[in-house]
């Protein structure tokens, strides 16, 4: 029996974990114009109840997330898992980053509290504005205690030597005493969400990957998933079978 079909039948208690971008929500040009796909907010909504726990992983802030999910029941673990009581970012730091974002074109910056993003999806060559993002941007990540995390046409600094989504993954499985595991996700933090759950399953832990495929979904998240599908249509679609 594959994995997939072995969660589905499991009767212990377990747990349904999911990204928000990329994997609930169409890929947008500014994060304040993504929606959750049509039927997601059903599907999930089924599995509250029938699952120890739903929960959304996500690098959003936990009042962006109650606001794009809208569905009673389900976990929040915003800003990648960290305490969104974390101490914020001085103004000194995001000033600093700004400068740099304004030297980028089509950079834009987002402040989360104890970390900000810096988005270039408008930038008229990415790969350009990529690079000269995480050039600069290092120093100052260095500087204040912070890393650069890259993802979908972002880069993101966040606090150095901090457990990111593998944190947040193994609290709730710990919290909510899981002995099975589903996580979906798309991009490069997912990555680390999937490392937890082969730690899990060391363990003994049922676990099952799923890499929600894009057009900028990372090689490495597909290659390591157990699971792939197309789109945030198509993980409506393996969640409507749970």
């Known amino acids: 029996m594959d994995r997939l079909a072995s969660f589905r039948t499991w009767e212990g208690r377990a747990g349904v974990l999911l990204d928000f971008d990329g994997t609930l929500s169409p890929i947008v040009a500014k994060p304040e114009l993504a929606r959750i796909r049509d039927g997601a907010r059903d599907a999930i909504a089924r599995l509250v109840g029938r699952y120890a726990v739903v929960a959304i992983v996500s690098g959003r802030t936990g009042d962006q997330l109650r606001d794009l999910v809208g569905v009673d029941g389900v976990r929040l673990a915003a800003l990648y898992g960290l305490a969104e009581g974390a101490t914020p970012l001085s103004s000194g730091v995001l000033d600093a980053v700004r400068s740099v974002a304004d030297g980028v074109q089509g950079a834009r910056v987002e402040p989360k509290g104890g970390s900000v993003a810096v988005h270039y999806r408008a930038a008229e060559d990415a790969a350009t504005a990529q690079g000269a993002l995480a050039a600069r941007l290092a120093p100052i990540a260095g500087a204040a205690g912070l890393e650069l995390l890259p993802g979908k046409m972002v880069i993101e600094l966040v606090p150095a030597g901090r457990p990111l989504k593998d944190g947040a993954v193994d609290r709730i499985v710990e919290e909510e005493r899981l002995d099975a595991v589903l996580y979906a996700g798309d991009d490069v933090a997912d990555l680390h969400a999937f490392q937890a759950l082969d730690r899990l399953a060391e363990r003994g832990v049922r676990t099952v990957k799923v ?28 969640l409507r079978g749970l």
């Open 211 to 238: 890499a929600v495929h894009g057009r900028e979904t990372p090689e490495a998240l597909s290659d390591a998933a157990d699971v792939v599908v197309d789109g945030p249509a198509g993980l409506v679609t393996l």
